[in-house]
């Protein structure tokens, strides 16, 4: 969507590598969010950022780090990545003075843990 | 902590048919709600949103929604559908308590056979 992208777009990775993901926003928005998107789970929260070097955990953390030095960039890393952890991530922003406050997402990265 | 539950995981329904997709949270708070669609290979995209007002609301491509306090519901309609229609549909809840944090339902995918 205008506004947020993500990168790499696919990925495969081995298990026990290291991997970043990451989201870019031209919005300015203060909020950003990484969601993990399995059938039947919906779309469920890893971690969120508040502002800048400011994160927080979501219901789905373990095994993942996030990263906030600058508004426009959110790093989602996984330390060492499991096969567990093949899914989609979707990067999201969303900012309450927007006056059609709601989540813009990004189109989203496919990861693949071998 | 907030939850939300969408009890249809897959409906399959015939152009012109009509759709009506549960949605039941868990919060007894005031609560913004929300429906995003996904089509197929795409992002998660707005389809409509409850603030307060009238508990009937419509949003794009003839969708709407009505907000029901008293049972904690927030159901999806569409009086006729097509075969574009064909994504999976998601419910997702802001609690007062949560700042600006959604949860989101598990998703319904819905496809409708032309």
């Known amino acids: 969507d205008a506004g947020i992208t993500q990168s790499p777009r696919h990925k495969v990775t081995e298990t026990g590598t290291p991997v970043t993901l990451r989201c870019h926003q031209t919005e300015n928005h203060r909020y950003m969010y990484w969601y993990r998107q399995d059938p039947g789970h919906g779309l469920r929260l890893i971690h969120y950022s508040y502002g800048v070097k400011d994160t927080d955990k979501g219901e789905v953390s373990d095994g993942y780090s996030v990263s906030r030095s600058k508004t426009e960039d959110f790093l989602l890393t996984l330390e060492s990545a499991t096969s567990s952890q093949t899914s989609v991530y979707f990067c999201a922003i969303s900012d309450l003075a927007d006056p059609n406050y709601g989540y813009t997402f990004g189109s989203g990265t496919r990861l693949t843990v071998v | 902590a907030q939850s939300v539950s969408q009890h249809n995981h897959h409906v399959i329904l015939s152009e012109a048919a009509s759709l009506e997709l549960g949605c039941n949270y868990s919060?007894?708070?005031?609560?913004?709600l929300f429906w995003y669609v996904q089509y197929p290979g795409q992002h998660l995209q707005l389809l409509l949103k409850y603030f307060s007002g009238d508990p009937l609301v419509k949003g794009i491509k003839g969708f709407e929604a009505e907000f029901i306090k008293s049972k904690f519901s927030f159901n999806l309609r569409k009086p006729s559908v097509q075969w574009s229609d064909t994504a999976e549909y998601f419910c997702?809840?802001?609690?007062?308590?949560?700042?600006?944090?959604?949860?989101f339902g598990g998703g319904t995918r819905l496809m409708v056979k032309p």
């Open positions: 919060y007894g708070g005031t609560v913004n």
């Open positions: 997702a809840v802001n609690a007062d308590n949560a700042g600006n944090m959604l949860t």
